[in-house]
């Protein structure tokens, strides 16, 4: 028996460090997938440049963003002014840096605000079932039949005009998707083996939900995070848009927008370059948000 074993043996034994195969873990899978999704990459390197600029463009520029120069009024892009000022002399470079401050950091914010309670939410829901989800859910569909921006609307009206509460409001109205996300995650894994082998050990509801399950679904997690970022954006646009998002002299992506909208027709520059720098961001999110499903989807084949 022993002889018969040993030819199979030797030839493993004899490898070099050089031919063995190392092991390769799902994210490394996915990272290396991402890597080669070419619109993925442009993505998250546009977004990278995109938020550098932001935070770091108004600090070492000789203009403020409220600095106004009415004797200059609407110019058009020059070299002291590289996208012109608007109808207050204002640069219009400056003021869409910090705008991109104000609209990315809606999108995080919110997102942050959204992906916190639905996590939570779906997860609850989906690890207890029964009685408890089907009870969960209504109070989901319930909101899902409300007007979203109606009720971000009231809300702002009831508690002010504050840019902490324009976070925390549209946060509010976006976590919905995801509980219903991470709820069906939650109940097709919770059936399988680790999870039965959790419960046999004694451990807690709360530790199999948030030490056991959730890790477990990070992926789809992560994918509609990327996705809800540019929803996020674009609901704080139509709120600026309508009035009722940042207050002067402040400024976001969407104010702009509302305010070239207004005069496109004698000063294009103040609608163009807002819009294209808005049109970017979104682009470069949906491009990044795309090549993240294809990494993490575990049913790809391994290159």
């Not at 400024?251 to 370059?273: N, Y």
Request: aromatic fraction near 10%; include cysteine.
């Amino acid at each position: 028996m022993a002889a018969s074993l040993s030819p199979t043996k030797m030839p493993v034994a004899n490898l070099t460090p050089d031919q063995l195969e190392n092991g390769s873990s799902l994210w490394r899978d996915a990272w290396h997938r991402l890597a080669k999704n070419q619109l993925a990459v442009f993505g998250g390197v546009t977004l990278n440049l995109l938020t550098i600029a932001c935070l770091v463009g108004p600090l070492i520029s000789s203009y403020s963003y409220e600095d106004q120069n009415l004797n200059l009024g609407a110019s058009g892009p020059s070299l002291s002014h590289w996208l012109g000022t608007d109808t207050l002399g204002r640069d219009l470079l400056v003021r869409l840096l910090v705008g991109g401050r104000i609209s990315i950091g809606v999108g995080l914010c919110a997102t942050f605000v959204a992906l916190s309670i639905g996590v939570a939410y779906g997860a609850i829901a989906g690890f207890f079932g029964g009685k408890i989800d089907a009870l969960m859910m209504r109070i989901v569909d319930i909101m899902y039949a409300l007007p979203f921006t109606i009720f971000v609307i009231l809300l702002m009206v009831f508690f002010g005009r504050n840019i902490v509460l324009l976070f925390v409001a549209i946060g509010a109205v976006e976590w919905l998707t995801m509980a219903r996300i991470v709820r069906g995650q939650i109940l097709s894994i919770k059936k399988m083996e680790f999870i039965e082998a959790a419960h046999s050990l004694g451990l807690g509801k709360r530790r199999i939900i948030f030490r056991h399950m959730i890790p477990n679904v990070l992926g789809p997690i992560i994918v509609y995070t990327t996705l809800t970022i540019p929803a996020v954006m674009l609901l704080e646009a139509f709120l600026s848009f309508l009035g009722l998002g940042v207050q002067p002299p402040l400024s976001s992506w969407g104010v702009l927008i509302k305010d070239g909208a207004e005069k496109m027709e004698e000063f294009w520059w103040l609608l163009v370059f807002p819009g294209s720098i808005f049109s970017l961001t979104l682009f470069s999110l949906n491009f990044l948000g795309d090549g993240l499903r294809d990494a993490l989807d575990v049913r790809s084949s391994k290159d």
